[in-house]
């Protein structure tokens, strides 16, 4: 089959390939850069930078995450070169989105991609900035039209893509209310791609639908194309890089993991979400909570910060990003169990399109 051509708002990256955005840096500049150089999307995640930056003193968070957001932005362009197409994730639960997404824009990001909540107010912050591709992450149809109805309504605006993740397979934190969603085949890509498209086609509208979650091999991507999917967004393959900026430990969990050794959690931001089972899963999934403080009140509802549930994802993420296996949250795709060594990004690229070395 031929290979979709991706146009997100006026950018038009060589491959039809995203790399999803990954907190706390494991998507940060050196794998966002090295990803974008092949001619793919190369995505930092913005979520907690501040909690891993030497410049962060314990009370300038999110002054922190803005300088970070940029200073990243900056170090990825030098690796992508000027042509290669640069995202930032930002997670609409996060207290400090806006300024975020603003960062993003000021930093030189060409895109943003928006999830873990509904983006309804991504246009009013990037109004500034009329390039910046705006691509909401949805796990329902449903979803997706209400998003494209309020900004048409409220902005005159149409996303420039949407990225379908459906929490059956992916990483992080997933689209689901609960543990019955997540395997709820009305949320399959099966279902939602070739839905929403087909929707998108009958009101005339040219908008890129992206299938993310489980996808890891070209027979998974052509396989998504066939679902009418014009690009894919690729997580848990990026991990076990070389160039992912998380710690080795992390990328080696990955190549050590079993089907078993993947768990569902309850997230502090009240989602769902997949992870290894790290000793501090595994005690947090015994009923023991943290009784560290909270570093940096990094969401807007939090159930460690509210209710002393849970525990810290700031610093359970970051501890996975320096490697810490006893202490660290280490998110995952159900595919992580599919990693059998560290590749360059150009070989997992390569791999995807040997068509198109
Ligand atoms: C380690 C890890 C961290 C992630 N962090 C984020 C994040 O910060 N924001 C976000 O929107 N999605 C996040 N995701 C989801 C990915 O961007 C991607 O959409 C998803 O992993 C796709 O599924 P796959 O892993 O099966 O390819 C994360 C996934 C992983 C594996």
């Known amino acids: 089959m031929d290979i979709p051509v991706l146009r997100i708002g006026q950018h038009r990256p060589r491959l039809p390939l995203i790399q999803g955005g990954m907190g706390v840096l494991v998507s940060g500049p050196k794998l966002a850069g090295a990803v974008a150089q092949t001619g793919a999307v190369g995505t930092i995640a913005s979520v907690g930078l501040a909690a891993a930056h030497p410049s962060f003193s314990g009370r300038n968070y999110f002054d922190i995450n803005e300088k970070a957001i940029q200073e990243y932005l900056a170090e990825a362009r030098d690796l992508a070169g000027p042509n290669g ?123 890129p639908v992206i299938a993310a979650g489980g996808i890891w091999d070209r027979e998974d991507m052509l396989r998504a194309f066939e679902m009418g999917a014009s690009a894919v967004q690729m997580g848990s393959r990026f991990v076990p890089t070389v160039e992912s900026d998380a710690d080795m430990r992390f990328k080696k969990a990955y190549l050590d993991a079993t089907e078993d050794d993947i768990v569902l959690i309850h997230s502090p931001a009240g989602l769902p979400g997949r992870a290894l089972r790290s000793p501090m899963v595994e005690r947090y999934l015994q009923g023991e909570v943290e009784s560290k403080p909270c570093i940096a009140n990094c969401l807007t509802h939090c159930r460690y910060k509210k209710d002393r549930e849970t525990f810290c994802i700031a610093q359970a993420l970051v501890d996975a990003y320096q490697g810490n296996w006893e202490h660290g949250l280490f998110f995952c795709g159900t595919n992580a169990v599919k990693a059998t060594k560290i590749e360059t990004v150009a070989e997992v690229v390569r791999s995807l399109f040997p068509e198109k070395p």
């Not at 983006?119 to 705006?134: F, G, Q, R």
């Not at 048409?152 to 609960?178: N, W």
């Open 85 to 207: 197409v640069l995202a930032v994730n930002c997670m609409v639960a996060l207290t400090d989105y806006e300024r975020q997404v603003k960062a993003s824009c000021r930093g030189g990001a060409q895109v943003i991609i928006s999830g873990a909540g509904l983006p309804l107010k991504l246009p009013e912050y990037t109004k500034d900035y009329p390039d910046v591709a705006l691509v909401p992450i949805v796990s329902s149809t449903k979803a997706a039209q209400l998003i494209l109805r309020r900004w048409v309504k409220t902005y005159g605006r149409k996303p420039d893509g949407f990225v379908v993740e459906t929490p059956r397979d992916a990483g992080g934190h997933l689209g689901a209310r609960d543990e019955a969603m997540i395997t709820d085949p009305s949320l399959s890509l099966e279902t939602v791609i070739p839905e929403l498209s087909s929707y998108l086609q009958n009101e005339g509208l040219d908008i």
